[in-house]
T-cell receptor, first 111, second 114 residues
Framework: AQRVTQPEKLLSVFKGAPVELKCNYS??????LFWYVQYSRQRLQLLLR??SRESIKGFTADLNKGETSFHLKKPFAQEEDSAMYYC?????????????FGKGTKLSVIP | DVKVTQSSRYLVKRTGEKVFLECVQD?????MFWYRQDPGLGLRLIYF?????MKEKGDIPEGYSVSREKKERFSLILESASTNQTSMYLC????WGAGNQPQHFGDGTRLSIL
């Protein structure tokens, strides 16, 4: 069965420090991975997906199939990055693709 | 821009009541999903639907049912509400296609069962 693990419930960093949110997955198929973010009092929204290979709000994530990881990184944290971050894996099920989410990491950027 | 609208932001019901949560999307998406979001547990899939009148169980379907009579609307039903169903409920939709299609979420309904 597919699984997504985010080992840190809470991560606190100082403004300007590098950030790395860890995500490991377990899946027998070809993985499609996403990072979603939920800012305070806002809806859950897509931050980035591995297939796009893009940088969004300064964040990047590289799929490492050897280590089965998809860590989210940003070189210099900003206060507005404080939010809840979820890593998600798409898997093929009945009729469509579904997402399995990790339990989330709350990022707190200290001014 | 995709719009997923959940009918209520906050809802308070009593134990044993039948509760309806409504979700509407405006992008003609085939797939719709219901999750519950609990602190420390992340998002857990309750039910999903990949077509009108089609429904599939997710990871935690017990105590819930769903209805999809029209493509744009997906309803979650708590047949007999219990206190352990107090939670934040999120609806999402996605387009048909490969696994890299993102899901778009509504604002959520915070449901309290007294």
């Amino acid at each position: 069965a597919q699984r997504v693990t985010q080992p840190e419930k809470l991560l606190s960093v100082f403004k300007g420090a590098p950030v790395e949110l860890k995500c490991n997955y377990s899946y027998s198929g070809s993985p499609e991975l996403f990072w979603y973010v939920q800012y305070s009092r806002q809806r859950l929204q897509l931050l980035l997906r591995h297939i796009s290979r893009e940088s969004i709000k300064g964040f990047t994530a590289d799929l490492n199939k050897g280590e089965t990881s998809f860590h989210l990184k940003k070189p210099f944290a900003q206060e507005e990055d404080s939010a809840m971050y979820y890593c998600a894996l798409a898997y093929s099920g009945a009729g469509s693709y579904q997402l399995t989410f990790g339990k989330g990491t709350k990022l707190s950027v200290i001014p | 821009d995709v719009k997923v609208t959940q009918s209520s932001r906050y809802l308070v019901k009593r134990t044993g009541e039948k509760v309806f949560l409504e979700c509407v999307q405006d992008m003609d998406h085939e797939n719709m999903f219901w999750y519950r979001q609990d602190p420390g547990l992340g998002l857990r899939l309750i039910y999903f639907s990949y077509d009108v009148k089609m429904k599939e169980k997710g990871d935690i379907p017990e105590g819930y049912s769903v209805s999809r009579e029209k493509k744009e609307r997906f309803s979650l039903i708590l047949e007999s509400a219990s206190t352990n169903q107090t939670s934040m409920y999120l609806c999402a939709s996605s387009d048909w296609g490969a696994g890299n299609q993102p899901q778009h979420f509504g604002d959520g309904t915070r449901l309290s069962i007294l």
